[in-house]
């Protein structure tokens, strides 16, 4: 079984930084590509960021191109958000996701920001942004 364990949130003011992590097991990490997800009180859950199962292609929402990057380390099984000048509306419960990628290992990838596409999934770590 798969699991996916998410850390590295908290509480900061806005113009910080927070770096998240999420740690898979049981399970060939380099053959799943990985998203970051979350979910704000009130909201629906909302696509952030993918990364291939290289680690050599990567995707992001609008609202966070820019301020957030996505790196894995696949000898880590570990996958991370790195995030820059926080905002209030950042504020959310943060969920890594993995995809088992079938060209993984080849010279094709995939990736998608529908969270319906994801099979396994973490619990979630919050992050809140004060003023």
């Known amino acids: 079984q798969v699991q996916l364990v998410e850390s590295g949130g908290g509480l900061v003011q806005a113009g910080d930084s927070l770096r998240l992590s999420c740690v898979v097991s049981?399970?060939?990490?380099?053959?799943?590509?990985m998203g970051w997800f979350r979910r704000a009180a009130g909201k629906e859950r909302e696509f952030v960021s993918a990364i291939s199962w290289s680690g050599s292609n990567t995707e992001y929402s609008n609202s966070v191109k820019g301020r957030f990057t996505i790196s894995r380390d696949n000898d880590k099984n570990t996958v991370y958000l790195q995030m820059n000048n926080l905002e209030l509306d950042d504020t959310a419960v943060y969920y890594c996701a993995a995809l088992y990628d079938t060209y993984a290992g080849g010279s094709y990838y995939y990736l998608t920001h529908l969270p319906s596409k994801y099979d396994y999934w973490g619990q979630g770590t919050q992050v809140t942004v004060s003023s």
């Open positions: 049981g399970g060939t990490f380099s053959s799943y590509a």
